[in-house]
């Protein structure tokens, strides 16, 4: 079995930063891409930017410039970076990762962590 946590949600006020953190564990033999979505309330839940293990990256228009996302492959750790935040950022974060399992090494599954809240106030 696989587990993703994340942590680093809270309330910070517009313009503010917050880092948010996800560490996998478990039968991982490796992990392939990682990501970081998000839904706000009512909304559906959108890409905010994912990394490979080769560390290419990609990120949402909105978030472009103002978030980083990184990773330790050693780790099996992936971290966005969030600076300059907006209100319309609040939302809760939810990390991703394309996992291979020592129980099944010839496919990748899909991972989700339970989600941390961000908030970002006027």
């Known amino acids: 079995q696989v587990q993703l946590v994340e942590s680093g949600g809270g309330l910070v006020q517009a313009g503010g930063s917050l880092r948010l953190s996800c560490a996998a564990s478990?039968?991982?033999?490796?992990?392939?891409?990682m990501g970081w979505y998000r839904q706000a309330p009512g909304k559906q839940r959108e890409l905010v930017a994912t990394?490979?293990?080769?560390?290419?990256?990609n990120c949402a228009d909105s978030v472009k410039g103002r978030f980083t996302i990184s990773r330790d492959n050693a780790k099996n750790t992936v971290w966005l970076q969030m600076n300059g935040l907006k209100t319309e950022d609040t939302a809760v974060y939810y990390c991703n990762a394309g996992v291979i399992s020592y129980t099944d090494v010839f496919k990748e599954r899909p991972y989700w962590g339970q989600g941390t809240q961000v908030a970002v106030s006027s």
């Open positions: 478990g039968s991982i033999f490796r992990i392939n891409a």
């Open positions: 990394i490979t293990s080769g560390g290419s990256t």
